[in-house]
């Protein structure tokens, strides 16, 4: 109950996650356009959504939220099992692997990789499974260019800043859906 006198007014959203959840719209849009409205389209737009916020968090706070990604991981390997049971093994082998990828050099330092990052792989590999390779292909490289052009342009300074990887690996994720449907249209 709110007191008499006392005004409530939600928190502005802010830049990251507008612009997150923008793109969000725009992919599942996309989604609809190119693969047209079915259970998938739902799950896709499900997906981008979390990806946007995952990406909003980690370009704020430098974090990425197990409470979002661990789950979601979860629920995506469950909604392919649902949907397309055949790609299962598909779906797990990719999502340990590119667990993996970011898990052992996270391992070695955690200046290399962040943990969320591995875990946010692990999401991602659920959800696309053979097509995990090129989400990861595009990240790196638009990751890569962002932090030269970055370096061109701060000097040494650039290097002792830390570049979220998230969005870029949600750049990707929702790049290669787009592109080869992942799992829900393998």
Do not use: C
Not at 6 to 19: D, F, G, I, K, M
Not at 158 to 167: C, D, M, N
């Amino acid at each position: 109950m709110v007191e008499a006198g006392a005004t409530t007014q939600a928190e502005p959203l802010s830049p990251a996650r507008v612009v997150a959840f923008s793109v969000a719209a725009a992919a599942a849009a996309v989604w609809v356009v190119q693969y047209g409205i079915a259970i998938e389209a739902v799950v896709a737009a499900a997906f981008f959504g979390t990806l946007a916020f995952v990406s909003a968090v980690d370009f704020e706070t430098r974090r990425i939220p197990n409470v979002v990604v661990l789950p979601a991981a979860a629920v995506a390997l469950a909604i392919v099992a649902v949907l397309h049971s055949d790609q299962l093994l598909i779906a797990t082998v990719a999502a340990l692997g590119a667990f993996l990828f970011f898990f052992i050099p996270g391992l070695i330092s955690s200046k290399l990789i962040g943990m969320g990052d591995a875990k946010l792989a692990l999401l991602i590999g659920a959800m696309l499974g053979n097509d995990v390779v090129s989400a990861l292909m595009i990240a790196a490289f638009s990751a890569g260019f962002v932090a030269l052009v970055y370096v061109v342009i701060a000097g040494r300074r650039a290097l002792q800043t830390a570049i979220p990887l998230g969005p870029f690996l949600a750049g990707g994720a929702v790049i290669a859906l787009l592109a080869g449907g992942g799992t829900l249209y393998s």
